[in-house]
């Protein structure tokens, strides 16, 4: 898909990310260099990866240059206009340059001083001090990782190490960009454990009790939770936001077959009964004790689908 959206669109420059599903970015950038057209197109590889030898290799590859996650907003914008001709500053009719004003983000965003694993002012100069975005960003940390852990066990159990790369890999990427740095490096560490086939099971528990860390809290963080915004414009209220984020999880935990899936329907049973009708929670309650999860699943599924838009 990469390489046909180079061919049949126009741009300036590629930022190639690496480990892509079926053809990585090594391959797909020899397959764009194959084209004459495309000699001159600049092609910047854009990677969590930051093992010696990387860059040589994206180098030889084809590639122009090589951005490592998280991104450095300055080292980002300096290798776009290193590699990028862009027509010169329009003229204001006085003969002076005009030039846009860089946008403020500050707004009235309030994060709690002390979120535990994150570094909020890393972050935030990550994403050049847009806390609302940043906020968009923790948010999204909880509801689309908040099963990784479980779903990287069950990864290893089955003993699919590619897939458990994918998942450490991932995480490691959106930990730096959010400011968690030591999951950061914990990740990394184990993802080189997989990659070489070394022993694990240390640098999987050390990577487990930070993750922990990190995603607690931000589920507890009242200041967090309360910016999270419902389709209508109103702040949902930090609960409602909390039990969205069990509630997932526990999606992740009926998908993967996992026991934990028992206390996360714990925390989140009280809304589903306020939300949903009551024969389908003791249904759900069945299931899981049951432990008939596909079962779960669906039944899950039928309630968020009348609940999700009244978080």
């Known amino acids: 898909m990469a390489v046909q959206a180079v061919h049949t669109n126009v741009f300036d420059l590629v930022l190639m990310d690496l480990q892509m599903p079926d053809m990585d970015g090594y391959q797909a950038t020899r397959m764009i260099r194959k084209n004459p057209q495309f000699k001159r197109l600049p092609i910047v590889a854009m990677t969590a990866h930051a093992m010696a030898g990387d860059r040589e290799k994206c180098l030889a590859a084809g590639m122009n240059?090589?951005?490592?996650?998280?991104?450095?907003?300055?080292?980002?914008?300096?290798?776009?206009?290193?590699?990028?001709?862009?027509?010169?500053?329009?003229?204001?009719?006085?003969?002076?340059?005009?030039?846009?004003?860089?946008?403020?983000?500050?707004?009235?965003?309030?994060?709690?001083a002390n979120l535990p694993g994150i570094d909020i002012n890393k972050g935030l100069l990550r994403i050049g001090g847009n806390r609302q975005l940043y906020c968009t960003l923790l948010l999204e940390f909880v509801e689309d990782h908040c099963g990784d852990d479980t779903t990287l066990i069950n990864a290893l159990e089955t003993e699919d190490k590619g897939r458990a790369r994918h998942i450490v890999h991932t995480l490691r990427s959106v930990a730096g960009s959010i400011g968690a740095e030591s999951l950061e490096e914990k990740c990394a560490a184990l993802e080189l454990a997989l990659i070489r086939t070394r022993p694990y099971t240390e640098l999987l528990t050390s990577f487990?009790?930070?993750?922990?860390?990190?995603?607690?809290?931000l589920v507890n963080s009242p200041?967090?939770?309360?910016?999270?915004?419902?389709?209508?414009?109103?702040?949902?209220?930090?609960?409602?936001?909390?039990?969205?984020?069990?509630?997932?999880?526990?999606?992740?935990?009926?998908?993967?077959?996992?026991?934990?899936?028992?206390?996360?329907?714990?925390?989140?049973?009280?809304?589903?009964?306020?939300?949903?009708?009551?024969?389908?929670?003791?249904?759900?309650?069945?299931?899981?004790?049951?432990?008939?999860?596909?079962?779960?699943?669906?039944?899950?599924?039928?309630?968020?689908?009348?609940?999700?838009?009244?978080?």
């Open 65 to 112: 240059d090589h951005l490592p996650k998280p991104i450095d907003p300055d080292l980002l914008y300096a290798t776009l206009s290193k590699w990028i001709i862009l027509p010169a500053p329009a003229a204001h009719p006085t003969g002076q340059v005009t030039h846009k004003h860089k946008p403020s983000y500050e707004g009235d965003i309030l994060l709690s």
């Open 208 to 217: 487990i009790d930070e993750f922990h860390i990190v995603l607690n809290g």
């Open 223 to 311: 200041d967090l939770l309360a910016t999270k915004i419902s389709p209508d414009g109103e702040q949902k209220p930090a609960e409602v936001a909390q039990w969205s984020a069990y509630a997932r999880k526990l999606e992740h935990q009926l998908t993967e077959g996992s026991i934990g899936a028992k206390e996360s329907l714990d925390r989140c049973r009280l809304y589903l009964r306020q939300h949903a009708l009551e024969a389908k929670v003791n249904l759900l309650e069945n299931q899981i004790d049951s432990y008939d999860f596909d079962d779960a699943l669906n039944t899950l599924q039928e309630i968020l689908a009348n609940t999700r838009y009244n978080m």
